[in-house]
Each structure stands twice: as C-alpha cells, then as structure tokens.
C-alpha cells in the first residue's frame, strides 16, 4: 500500500511539474536553406542583382537618349516660335519706319545697304535672339495690287519681311534630324492709307547655307511697277 501511495503521489507531482529547460527540436530542414538564401549575395538574390545591373544597362542610354531629344525638339520648337514673333514685330515696326536705332550689329548684305536695312538687321537679330551667323533677313515691298513696287509706295502699300534662320543643333546627338535644316517666315504689313515716307529698293542678305529666297516673293511677281 505504501509503494501504491507512492506512486500516486508522483503521478500527481507529475500532473503539476513544469521542467525548467526548453525541449530541443531538431531543427527544420529548410531552415539552413533560407539562412543562407538571406545572405545579400547569394543564390536567388545574386540573381535578380544581375537582371537589375542588365535591365539598368538597357535602359539607362535610352533614358539619356529621349532627355537629349526633348532638350533638342524644344529647343527647336523655340526657335521656330521666336522667327515667327520676330519676324511680324519687325514687319510692323518697318511699316512705320520705327525699327530702332542700332546699327552695331553685322549685316549679310553685300556692298553698303542703307541705314534704315541695317537698323532692322539688328532689330531681327535681337528679337530672334540669334547672331549674324544664324539669321538671314530680306525686305522688300508691294502695291496695293499685289505687284512688286521700287517707287510707287502709295495708299494700302504693304511691306514683306522674310527672314531665315538655322536649325538649334543643341546636344548634337540629333544632327541627322536637324542639322542643315533652315526655318523661314514671311510677314506682310499694309502701311494704311497714306505713307509717310519714301522706301527703298529691296533689301536682301545672302541666303543661309541649303537655304534660298524663293519662298520670298510678291503676291503677284509676274512684274514690277
């Protein structure tokens, strides 16, 4: 009866015996695998590092190469709209014979033009924002029928400012798309109903390199008056 007392009192020391140390599992067998695949240098993430290195060499040049072409065509585009505000505001301001007083800028023209043409050299230089190298201007005048006039610059005359310039080269890497093109604008003003002072033969300075005056004429240039 005492050894049957005995053991139940272990049993019921058993119920309540909570050991002092942690049982040891053993350990999973995917465990060594995912420490070592945490490792930044190794297994599936050395991978996706080179597909990362390989897609950034891709990528990169042509990044550079679309920021180099929206520098290019905006630098055009610029360009295009300064020749067309340049070229009306100088029509306009020779219509009234107001083209400023400058006349330190280099004219294109050959032999000695008059003051009145160099002063709106210099005014199309200014408004286009551009040096003689890269800007062209010519000026010349019609009747009020359309006919090319020296002389007879009557009522409703009306001045015709042409002007050329080059292309914005800019980064250089657009050449093929850019370079040697020549953008050109004509702006034709009525002098109202009277005139008030006495113009000029025509005003014409050597085209620009792959450029002509063609696009440079009268309404009607069948003939002169």
């Given amino acids: 009866m005492g050894s049957t007392a005995l053991h139940l009192n272990r049993s019921a020391a058993d119920d309540y015996f909570v050991p002092n140390h942690r049982t040891r599992t053993a350990p999973h067998p995917g465990a060594k695998r995912q420490e070592r695949s945490a490792f930044p240098f190794s297994g599936a993430h050395r991978s996706e590092r080179g597909a990362s290195l390989v897609e950034a060499a891709l990528v990169l040049p042509l990044f550079f190469l679309l920021v180099l072409a929206v520098f290019d ?85 009306q001045v015709i400012v042409c002007v050329m310039t080059t292309s914005f080269r800019g980064s250089g890497l657009w050449g093929p798309v850019f370079n040697g093109r020549v953008y050109t604008q004509r702006s034709v003003v009525k002098t109202g109903k009277s005139a008030t002072f006495t113009w000029l033969p025509t005003y014409e300075e050597n085209p620009l390199p792959g450029g002509n005056w063609s696009f440079c004429t009268a309404d009607d240039p069948i003939g002169l008056e």
């Fill in 73 to 157: 065509f905006g630098g055009n585009y610029q360009r295009k709209l300064l020749l067309s505000a340049g070229t009306r505001e100088v029509a306009r301001a020779a219509v009234n014979a107001n083209v400023g007083e400058t006349t330190t800028c280099t004219h294109n023209a050959p032999g000695t033009p008059e003051i009145l043409f160099v002063k709106a050299v210099c005014l199309t230089q200014k408004l286009t924002r551009l040096g003689p190298d890269d800007v062209r201007l010519k000026v010349m005048y019609q009747g009020a029928n359309g006919k090319q006039t020296y002389t007879n610059f009557g009522p409703d005359a």
